[in-house]
């Protein structure tokens, strides 16, 4: 893997069949409530769901030594080396299921963390999550549909974990602005079960780095996120927008 910053290319575009439909309220004839946006990655087949395990797994990491790179400073080798081992330890084949894809990242995210905090602290998060930014606006494809695009990969990333999530559905996904709600967070869920079987977490909230990481993401895609975190009934959640920046500019 190059070490030095890969010059973007041609933007990858990726035409998706559905493109809103799959999102945009059902039919109304006006004499009730307009039918609730369906989550349109329920039936995602098992072969995408380990191909997106795939590509955080490789924002990640080559965030992380893109990150450490930027820092100028002397990075003891054999230590990264050793992390790279482990974090691609017993990699699963292609054809493998997701959940043992979803292992593979979940132990890798665990352990960059503890690399980064243990070493800099955890006000490092931050620029790791704009450095791994970088990487996911070559990496990701675009399909098209403007600020839509960035809210649908978390809610693509939101259904790996079976998080419960919903559409703005009095505003439909649209090229200018995007919503989402994730009313049951299940990464919550996921980290405790790992804490349970002796995962050592390094941070005390998954939010304190997918927060940070999402809004990267957004924002490397040229639209202006925003959040808030939310608790109740439901569990944890969060409500994002990704919306067009005033003068409908793009960052390069």
């Known amino acids: 893997?190059?070490?030095?910053?890969?010059?973007?290319?041609?933007?990858?575009?990726?035409?998706?069949?559905?493109?809103?439909?799959?999102?945009?309220?059902?039919?109304?004839?006006?004499?009730?409530?307009?039918?609730?946006?369906?989550?349109?990655?329920?039936?995602?087949?098992?072969?995408?769901?380990?191909?997106?395990?795939?590509?955080?797994?490789h924002e990640a990491e080559a965030g992380l030594t893109r990150y450490l790179v930027s820092r100028g400073d002397e990075i003891r080798l054999t230590e990264w080396f050793a992390l790279q081992a482990e974090i691609f330890a017993d990699l699963p084949e292609p054809t493998d299921s997701p959940q043992a894809w979803q292992r593979i990242f979940f132990r890798g995210q665990a352990l960059m963390e503890r690399f980064l905090v243990a070493r800099y602290g955890?006000?490092?998060?931050?620029?790791?999550?704009?450095?791994?930014?970088?990487?996911?606006?070559?990496?990701?494809?675009?399909?098209?549909?403007?600020?839509?695009?960035?809210?649908?990969?978390?809610?693509?990333?939101?259904?790996l974990y079976g998080s419960d999530y919903e559409f703005d559905d009095a505003r439909p996904p649209s090229a200018d602005r995007a919503a989402l709600t994730i009313t049951?967070?299940?990464?919550?869920?996921?980290?405790?079960k790992a804490r349970r079987n002796g995962v050592r977490l390094t941070l005390a909230s998954p939010c304190t780095y997918c927060t940070e990481a999402l809004s990267a993401n957004i924002r490397?895609?040229?639209?202006?996120?925003?959040?808030?975190?939310?608790?109740?009934?439901?569990?944890?959640?969060c409500h994002w927008e990704a919306s067009a920046p005033a003068d409908d500019s793009r960052e390069a």
């Open 220 to 237: 490397a895609k040229g639209f202006v996120p925003t959040h808030r975190l939310r608790s109740g009934p439901t569990g944890h959640g």
């Open 1 to 57: 893997m190059s070490e030095g910053h890969i010059p973007p290319g041609p933007p990858r575009t990726a035409l998706l069949g559905s493109a809103l439909s799959d999102v945009l309220p059902g039919p109304h004839d006006g004499s009730g409530p307009a039918a609730p946006a369906r989550p349109p990655y329920r039936a995602m087949p098992d072969a995408d769901r380990s191909a997106l395990w795939r590509q955080r797994l």
């Open 184 to 192: 049951h967070c299940a990464i919550w869920d996921y980290r405790e």
């Open 122 to 159: 955890e006000d490092v998060l931050g620029d790791w999550a704009r450095s791994n930014a970088e990487v996911h606006r070559d990496v990701e494809p675009d399909h098209g549909r403007g600020a839509a695009d960035p809210v649908h990969r978390i809610a693509r990333q939101a259904e």
